[in-house]
């Protein structure tokens, strides 16, 4: 079974530029997450989504993030403008959406921020 | 929302049994108990997750007492590639719009020795 995809690994931009990112989630999986984790912390949540939903965006900062999920499928995150903070690891994970289900990860976005 | 406390840190030596313990005192009556791995450049991954008593599948247990306040994961003779960071979380993450979210605290960093 293929895993979440993500892409890019890897991403270096100035300050006030934009960004987006990708992520392919586990065929099937209704339920897809970004977490932002910041070197040294753990992962933290910007936003779920159920199917093209979104069940929760509490801890995003809307006025510079953005995410979507159409066709219920992938999902794109996008930052614009970026600020230097916002340096750091962006996690895709996806589930099967209901009852006490574990999350599947991908390998994440490392994003520098100069 | 629980929050829930760890060692930021600890050591063990190969072929030793290592156990973890984490706070949550305020955990509710429907929270599970959770627990994830990450790696260095990796996304979490899940390891086992419990309700009450005691939980055991191929790579960890999870002990769980009667007042839910607190939880243990055992790993058995740890092995170098189990240096890694592992994050207890509590909550329901099932999609669904009015449950809790996982949150991920900074997790305790297990530093395995030759």
């Known amino acids: 079974e293929a895993g979440v995809a993500q892409s890019p690994r890897y991403k270096i931009i100035e300050k006030r530029q934009s960004v987006a990112f990708w992520c392919n989630p586990i065929?099937?999986?209704?339920?897809l997450y970004w977490y932002q984790q910041i070197l040294g912390q753990g992962p933290k949540l910007l936003i779920q989504?159920?199917?093209?939903?979104?069940?929760?965006d509490s801890q995003l900062p809307k006025d510079r993030f953005s995410a979507e999920r159409l066709k219920g499928v992938d999902s794109t995150l996008k930052i614009q403008p970026a600020k230097l903070e916002d340096s750091a690891v962006y996690l895709c994970?996806?589930?099967?959406?209901?009852?006490?289900?574990?999350?599947?990860f991908g390998p994440g976005t490392r994003l520098t921020v100069t | 929302l629980a929050k829930t406390t760890q060692p930021i840190s600890m050591d063990s030596y190969e072929g030793q049994e290592v156990n973890i313990t984490c706070s949550h005192n305020?955990?509710?009556?429907?929270?599970?108990i959770t627990w994830y791995q990450q790696f260095p450049s990796q996304g979490p991954r899940f390891i086992i997750q419990?309700?009450?008593t005691k939980v055991t599948n191929e790579v960890a247990s999870l002990f769980i007492p009667a007042d839910r306040k607190s939880s243990t994961l055992s790993l058995p003779r740890v092995s170098l590639s189990d240096t890694a960071v592992y994050y207890c979380?509590?909550?329901?993450?099932?999609?669904?719009?009015?449950?809790?979210?996982?949150?991920f605290g900074q997790g305790t960093t297990l530093q395995v020795k030759p």
């Open positions: 994970a996806s589930s099967p959406g209901t009852g006490l289900v574990e999350q599947y």
């Open positions: 065929s099937g999986h209704a339920t």
């Open positions: 989504f159920q199917n093209n939903g979104v069940v929760d």
């Open positions: 305020n955990i509710a009556t429907n929270d599970y």
């Open positions: 419990g309700y009450k």
């Open positions: 979380l509590v909550g329901r993450p099932d999609g669904s719009s009015n449950t809790g979210k996982l949150i």
